[in-house]
């Protein structure tokens, strides 16, 4: 099914989903932008373990809520999520 293929049927933990969203968010910066901007700034680049750490962490509140939204009302993709909760179809775009 559909659901199954693009939410796993619904069966990630909210500490799974963390990381595997964190993982897909920041992957091209962690592997490319990261070493590059390290190797020219030096130890300044530190901050980007702090980014990397807290850059998911409204994920921890928005997360849930979301996902209970997804479950009850079946939205698989962000564009469902807007499109059935606000009047605004140009939004879902």
Same mark, same amino acid.
């Given at each position: 099914?559909v659901?199954?293929?693009? @939410? +796993?049927?619904?069966s ?8 595997? /969203? ?7 910066? @962690? ?10 700034? *030096?130890?300044?680049?530190?901050? =980007?373990?702090?980014?990397? +750490?807290?850059?998911m @962490? %409204?994920?921890?509140? =928005?997360? %849930?809520?979301? @996902?209970?939204? *997804? ?5 698989? /993709?962000? +564009? ?14």
């Amino acid at each position: 099914s559909v659901t199954g293929y693009v @939410a +796993a049927d619904r069966s990630f933990g909210l500490l799974v989903m963390y990381f595997v /969203t964190g993982a897909s968010v920041f992957s091209a910066f @962690a592997f490319l932008g990261g070493p590059g901007w390290a190797y020219s700034r *030096g130890a300044a680049a530190f901050y =980007i373990l702090a980014y990397g +750490a807290l850059g998911m @962490a %409204p994920f921890y509140w =928005i997360g %849930p809520r979301v @996902a209970e939204l *997804g479950r009850r009302h079946g939205y698989v /993709t962000q +564009a469902q999520l807007l499109t059935g909760r606000f009047p605004s179809r140009n939004l879902s775009a």
